[in-house]
């Protein structure tokens, strides 16, 4: 049905006007998602099709994977970034359709350079080609004509901004992508949302204090992290807890925590964090049937400022036994 959506809109949609056109805007999410798309037209014209007629295999598989690649990355940005806020107003059917189109291009794209590298080119994997290649102009289509529409009549400019900032997380197409700043930021709406009492909000989400407790209790590994003033702040109660901590510990000196024979390492690892010379450190030891993985992260803000240090412990042995695959699938 989105395929005879597309059909139907096809030579009929007219130019959206607005005072502003996101589509014009350097940096915009809605002017990136466009220049993707004329890179992936790009590739598809110069770096498959026009070796298509050569039937140059080698090239073409070069060209298939260069495509796969950014429409991957492509995909991806849509899927993550932009599918969540059409689901959070109600447009729910059209991401779920477009979400399995694209999966289906991706597993016919990497079927088609399975095939080819064998060293065999004949007209069935041409026809395949030149249907794959409908299929993506067909999505570029849908996501222009169908897709942006929607989302610029309901997104609110706090939310294209957290697109934007977003964007860096998933992949780079383009080879040089201009920060986008809004003229005049609209509040920011999620704190307006919050109705209850206590609610922490971080910059990717908000918990509640119960939420928040058992979320990093169900991780499978200990965390302990310790302030910048050296005493410990705050440890994990994961049912996996591999050392022994009590809440006596809280305020303590984290040199105070480890016997005097290792407390030296200790200061070192802090002191090389506090004067920026690592970022972690990593140790590993035997203990019974387990293998004790240890790692010390540095905190620190945005501007580089050492906030304190995190210990995360992990028994790796059934990480290490890991063969083959499970898909999610399965």
Known sequence: MCDVHSAVFKGSIEEIHRETDPAKIPGHPINILMLENREIEKIVEKEVMTNLDEKTLSVILKGLEKLFSVLDIHYSKKENLLFPYMEKYGIT????VMWGVDDE?????KMLQSDLSYGVFNEDHKKGVDDLINRINEMIFKEENI????LL???????????????????????YVPVWKPE???????????????????????????????????????????GNDDNVRYFSQSSERIFPRTKTIIGRNVSNCHPPASVHI????????????????????????MIIYIRYFAVRNEEGEYL????????IKPIQEIAGEKRLVE
Request: hydrophobic share 40%.
């Open 266 to 289: 200790v200061e070192d690892i802090v002191n090389d964090f506090k004067s920026g010379k690592k970022d972690h450190e990593d140790f590993w030891i035997k203990k019974g049937d």
């Open 184 to 226: 005049k930021e609209a509040l920011a709406e999620l704190k307006e949302d919050i109705k209850e009492p206590g609610a922490i909000i971080l910059p990717t989400g908000v918990f509640n204090k119960e939420e928040l407790t058992y979320m990093l209790n169900s991780l499978p590994f200990d965390i302990t992290f310790v």
């Open 147 to 150: 897709m942006i529409p929607m």
């Open 308 to 315: 304190g240090v995190v210990e995360v412990t992990q028994d």
């Open 153 to 175: 009549d309901t997104m609110t400019q706090d939310e294209w901004k957290k697109v934007a900032d977003d964007s860096s997380e998933i992949g780079k197409i383009l080879q």
């Open 93 to 96: 059917a059209p991401p779920k």
């Open 105 to 109: 291009i991706r597993e016919d794209l």
